[in-house]
Nanobody
Framework: QDQLMESGGGSVQPGGSLTLSCDTS????????MAWFRQVPGKEREGVAA???????SYARAVRGRFTISKDNAKNTVYLRMNNLKPEDTGMYYC??????????????????WGQGTQVTVTS
């Protein structure tokens, strides 16, 4: 089975930055939309950002302008750069593979593979 592995989480003060990485080296989909989701205890997972094979990108309104999703195919890695972090950004962040779907509509499709998650905590 294909696998995804996230890393880069940690604890930062408001206004700080973190970069999350998703190792996709064991994921073999020939065409894929990659996405980041986040979740806090007691709430549903919510979409954060997505990028598809055509280069289209989608962001949740809450993170647009502060977060950047990107990928480095040579390194088989998907990134989520998070700037100006706020306490409400706290949560477990998950990398997700969704197959060949358009990023602007990624929330309309099922996730094929999930990573194990990496914790992000923003607090004073």
């Amino acid at each position: 089975q294909d696998q995804l592995m996230e890393s880069g989480g940690g604890s930062v003060q408001p206004g700080g930055s973190l970069t999350l990485s998703c190792d996709t080296s064991k994921y073999s989909y020939r065409s894929s939309c990659m996405a980041w989701f986040r979740q806090v205890p007691g709430k549903e997972r919510e979409g954060v950002a997505a990028i598809d094979d055509e280069g289209s990108i989608s962001y949740a309104r809450a993170v647009r302008g502060r977060f950047t999703i990107s990928k480095d195919n040579a390194k088989n890695t998907v990134y989520l750069r998070m700037n100006n972090l706020k306490p409400e950004d706290t949560g477990m962040y998950y990398c997700a593979a969704m197959g060949d779907v358009p990023a602007p509509y990624y929330l309309d499709y099922n996730v094929d593979y999930w990573g194990q998650g990496t914790q992000v905590t923003v607090t004073s």
